[in-house]
């Protein structure tokens, strides 16, 4: 089993809809979760980061992460065609340690 | 604002040939890292460096090898390709001294391999 598991999709949701993408983890020593978009062809790029549970809001973005279910998750409010992307989950033990990635999903708005 | 600077962009090699990929992190940032990300996959964590220093090692084969040099860029250095090393290779940096405390990893663009 890994330890970052994540529905690789492809998703596609009509322009405007709310959008839910999740990871589900198996190491309870994960404390810093983060969420990274990836357009084709290019490298990962951050967009949200949460240490340890709760809930941060940014934008059209929310993250959430639930510790005791070791489960985390991204919403992407009023969703538009250049949301268009792979999302890849993304967390880390220490501040320090390497990130363990989750598959990515792929996420496509239609217009 | 400065980023992540990878070159090559494309690279097309031979097997069993050899080749070389070079980083260059965000100016001020400590630790540099490798990351291999192979068609459909998730990135896979290859090796760190942390002020010149190796910090961590993921599955890096033993074929590759990697270093950090006083300007804080980074090489990695594979021999004996074969075709399964066809892949983007990221690298990306971070500062541990973030004053956020994040010490978020800053990706760049990628240097796509591709072995014949």
């Known amino acids: 089993q890994k330890e970052v598991e994540q529905d690789p999709g492809p998703l596609s949701v009509p322009e405007g809809a709310i959008v839910s993408l999740n990871c589900t983890y198996s190491n309870s020593a994960f404390q810093y979760f983060m969420w990274y978009r990836q357009y084709s062809r290019k490298g990962p790029e951050l967009l949200m980061y949460t240490y340890s549970s709760g809930n941060k809001e940014d934008g059209r973005f929310t993250a959430q992460v639930d510790k005791s279910s070791k489960y985390i998750s991204l919403f992407i409010r009023d969703s538009q065609p250049s949301d268009s992307a792979t999302y890849l989950c993304a967390m880390r033990a220490n501040r320090d340690d390497k990130i363990i990635f989750g598959k990515g999903t792929r996420l496509h708005i239609l217009p | 604002a400065a980023g992540v600077i990878q070159s090559p962009r494309h690279l097309i090699k031979e097997k069993r040939e050899t080749a070389t990929l070079k980083c260059y992190p965000i100016?001020?940032?400590?630790?540099v890292y490798w990351y291999q990300q192979g068609p459909g996959q998730d990135p896979q964590f290859l090796i760190s460096f942390y002020e010149k220093m190796q910090s961590d090692k993921g599955s890096i084969p033993d074929r590759f090898s990697a270093q950090q040099f006083s300007d804080y860029h980074s090489e990695l250095n594979m021999s004996s390709l074969e075709l399964g090393d066809s892949a983007l290779y990221f690298c990306?940096?971070?500062?541990?001294?973030?004053?956020?405390?994040?010490?978020?990893?800053?990706f760049g663009a990628g240097s796509r391999l591709t072995v014949l």
């Open positions: 990306a940096s971070s500062s541990g001294t973030d004053p956020s405390g994040a010490n978020v990893l800053t």
């Open positions: 100016p001020r940032h400590d630790t």
